[in-house]
């Protein structure tokens, strides 16, 4: 009988469930009746407190367009290897070693972005047998083509800067839609390019608010009486990102905003005769149904898990390589963030068709 | 020849276009080559300065399903009557029956909300023939049944509380998700009601922090550790409701919240243990395609109109009455608001399925 | 302690889900612990054979937004009072009174269409606790302004015609979307509306072919490359409306066409010269989430039917009348068919615009 | 001055549009006011008859999100070449050489799928300057990733099995769903994996209906009472695969089916007790706009494309290679047909999670 563990970890997004779906049913197909899998509660912590229920087939039923998870998540329990927990005075991570051995499992699969990369190698590193998935709208993970619920949110967030298009035209108004994305703003360049958006800002180029002026104007003189903002909720100012960490995190202390692009609003107000307005979809983005692409991606990418662990094939991520499913050591990515290329053929096509990276 | 003006006014929203479509094939149908529309740019404001363009059969092809519209919109530009320019020193009132003569306007039809309705009302007055089509997500439009524009931002306020639902379940937060609406909450009462909210906050019914916090409690003693808020723009507390007009406005001028929600974030968040999160969608709300309700209305609402120009019943508002499109002189609706009626089926449901007012 | 036994029967529709979730909502919040609600299971035929589940409050989380029906449906067991079964020589009334009794019901709540209000007035008569919510895509129930499930439905259709029109535009083709609705024509009416369909063919209107020919000739003349036809699977013909049922049902015996749309295909393709397609979406309109408008419809007959039976007003469909949820004697309206009203503003409005019924 | 023709030819697809401005936008910032875009009307036609229109940038604008092509399409002229026309005597080759000339073009822009891309090979060989965007919902062009369209299309197939699977869930039937491709069948196998198809049927793998009516049984007895097949326009059984083209074309000739689904209906409804139902969406699946992946991608496509014409890199198809843009020789690629490779990773998957291709 093989034992498989599969938690879901770090902030929720589309296509969660069909990627567990896809592991459990490769599961069962690999391995009939001779397998048994275990739904681990709310991500790691659920590993510390050796909260877990063994599934069975009819809970991935229907399961496949559903948004959210269905072992639920929780936050990434530590940063550092090893952290005693203050209160309890708990070792977590000889918590989650012992309650794997406890539940006897051959293998853990865990569903996450990088925090949670970072996590599964550590306890590779311990010795326990880990399978990692590549979830996250940010798309920021190293050594994948793409992670799950990206698409799903690029697809959403185009959507809102679509409805605010026909609003800002009939009203001849600016626009800001933040973005999700506080360090990688792979989201906010697809959809500033799906949505047409006239200016992105992301957190890999530090903005000038005098060059967006420019650019509004130079809009309005030619006509255009309308802008949109597509924003990455991470976007930084070229003052600011001459700051050190230290000083950065000083200076937005007594931020009186809750968002950048409050900041920019007010900013812009002061220089621009058109209205400025502001769109904050928020977890609007991560959540809902995952988008066909995502659910062929995750299906794709659970089977392949399932083999993986039929051949034993441990320590690894299931990762996109070349567009086809691959294993990737998990020792040679965990840790490292897939920023935006400035290169890539994304931020060249934008620039070729005449938007602004506020630079 | 019948010459027919036409000019959309207020703040935009799904089914303008398809509404200008229903008048225009509904007069070319009646009036045959007989008639001209005139399309009069950005509101009242083209109307004030001349600003119009004779429109071909063809410009209204394709525009049903188009969100925004194709007119150019503007804020109403009088509160008051014969309200003088400051700058300009231009009568304002004076200016567009001027215009509408030197047109040589048979007749002209407005598409707006309130406000819109007003000045309708006040150009009857000063003798025009004026047709009032009821445009607004907001729903507050006295004397019909329903508005379009409405329920295409139902359905959208409803799709993003549909997908904070999914991350809500998964990390158990709770979720504030602000709706539109300054003074009245119908856009928030419907799409609370179909997104499945666990509490919402309407202008029409003050709030009292203490209440939504015992829900919230009692709904996670209960096991339920997700709780989703749909808030109005204008919602307001207990204590807020108390104040004079005066002492709100002052109250909220060093407000330092860019919205309510930030503020009700912050209150909950000293009290509940969950994380409270934040979704602004904003203009959002009213972007976008008119969903097939709104197109059936507007259409309904535009052949109408053109029926009633054909009749020379002129000085109404086209509205839904039992159902059925009628006229509703503007003398009698004109300045009313429709607020959330306290006792209407909706309030009832929502009370009776366990969704909370926070009264 | 109240038992209250509910199904859902005929044709699954969108909004089934939420109905069950108003109604079993509603009826805790009316009780609290003192009731009990019984799942019968697929529609009628599980009262017929006893099958039926004790429900939990949890069992109605979550599924506002599903799709189908939690209970099962099945199509209308008998059409006739009393009707035993050929094979096992089962009374099926007799059954399904045993059976409610047996279960010491006090209610029995059904949700669906015609016939099943047909059987549930059945039901009355022999003396059960009945109450009735009108479901069905076709809007065809007597004495409710609108079934739930329909608008949902038209949201469907539209979106299909919407994206037939691009495709028909880029290539100057005919395209025939077949629409749902056997009988009754306001799916077809509505979506052909709301979709812009230059052709609309309903049960209740009789085509001419000559006629359609005629208008799509005359389009082409006026620079019109492409047409599109909303067309009722229950279209009819005048040559056919002028048969008797039985040479009617003789004359489709041999019909060569899995639908009624081929036909006009076929016919339409030997006179104009572009080509002609044809688009069967099917029970696609009928599937997926309801819905904001059919969530909100759905809350509130729930809600009211569990007050209903707060007040012991049994014998009733939960209709909605001028807008209003209001009890509707089943007696007053069980058996008559709402068709589409020749008269109404949909189809003034339809050949207000030019939209021709082939007739 | 640069002078490039622009045309769309073949089935239309979403991303047409969005494809057309990617190259524009790219060539107004290439070359500033240096440069002129013809746009030829539906397809080769008009550059057989010489119809074509100087474009300004305002076309360009807005169309990012409009399904369809604002230049028109038609399909593929010709299957040899210099093909004389029958009835005319023209040779089509000659006549598209000599207005490709007398419009004084640089380069030709041609957007369309495999026949397309053939003629765009043969132009080439005529000596003009041809570059070839790949373009169909088919996603059979050799030589690149993934073409515009597909991915669009794959959304709409999969919600037409999403809505149908809430149907097919509530009533216990068989449902297939008919998706576009009559070679190859990459659109029905996303479609299908996304959808959660239970089989899948593919023109590459004929099928035999024996296998077929196996795993319904199976489902049936392991309690599934619904089944789903997604079955690809071209799909075909193992009997009609055994024929030669000839045998095959007298087979279908006095096929009395619109479709092979509804022969698969047949049979099926004769060996299995529950009901089968066919769902024909048909152009459905190429209407409406483009999801935000085909945006990204054509944006990219088309400034990719903008840059060739700067460094007057023709005679290429600008494809995806390893994911990224990339000239393609059309020497190399015309004429050569992507089929679904048997051992790609979505065939391997669907197999592993239990899908049956009925082979």
């Known amino acids: 009988m093989k034992r498989v563990g599969i938690l879901t970890s770090g902030g929720d997004c589309q296509g969660l469930n069909s990627a567990i779906r896809g592991v459990a049913k490769g599961l069962y197909h690999e391995f009939g009746d001779n397998v048994e899998i275990h739904g681990i509660k709310d991500g790691y912590r659920g590993l510390i407190t050796g909260e877990s229920k063994l599934m069975k087939p009819s809970d991935f039923s229907g399961i496949l367009t559903e948004g959210g998870t269905i072992l639920g998540t929780s936050r990434q329990p530590f940063k550092l290897m090893r952290v005693i927990d203050e209160e309890s005075n708990v070792d977590k991570v000889k918590s989650m070693k012992e309650n794997y051995q406890k539940m006897k499992l051959d293998c853990l699969v865990v569903l996450g972005g990088n925090g949670t990369q970072k996590s599964a190698n550590m306890l590779r590193e311990e010795g326990l047998n880990v399978i ?80 967006i002026t420019q650019t509004l104007k130079a809009r309005e003189k030619s006509g255009k009486k309308f802008s949109i903002l597509a924003v990455a909720e991470g976007a930084i100012s070229k003052e600011e990102a001459a700051l050190t960490k230290k000083e950065l995190k000083k200076a937005r202390e007594n931020f009186p905003y809750p968002s950048i692009v409050y ?79 400035l290169g890539c053929d994304e931020i060249k096509a934008a620039r070729q068709i005449g938007i602004s990276f506020g630079d």
């Not at 035209?169 to 500033?192: C, D, N, P, Q, Y």
């Not at 992301?202 to 000038?208: A, C, F, S, T, V």
């Not at 294993?327 to 920023?339: N, Q, T």
Request: hydrophobic share 45%.
């Open 263 to 341: 900041r920019i609003q007010k900013e812009l107000s002061a220089v621009v005769e058109n209205e400025v307005r502001v769109c904050v979809p928020g977890h609007f983005q991560r959540g809902g149904d995952p988008c066909a692409f995502d659910r062929v991606l995750t299906t794709k990418l659970g089977a392949a898990a399932a083999k993986m662990i039929k051949e034993k094939n441990f320590g690894n991520m299931v990762g996109i390589v070349g567009g086809k499913t691959a294993p990737v050591p998990l020792e040679e990515v965990a840790g490292k963030l897939k920023y935006v290329d």
């Open 132 to 211: 990692h998935l590549p979830k996250t709208i940010d798309n920021d993970v190293w050594g994948t083509d793409v992670t799950f619920g990206f698409h799903s949110a690029v697809e959403i967030a185009t959507n809102v800067i679509d409805c605010i298009h026909t609003t800002a035209t009939s009203h001849g108004r600016i626009f800001i839609v933040e973005v999700m994305g506080h360090k990688v703003g792979w989201l906010t360049l697809f959809a500033g390019l799906a949505g047409g958006a006239d200016i992105i800002l992301l957190p890999e180029i530090p903005y000038d608010i005098n060059k």
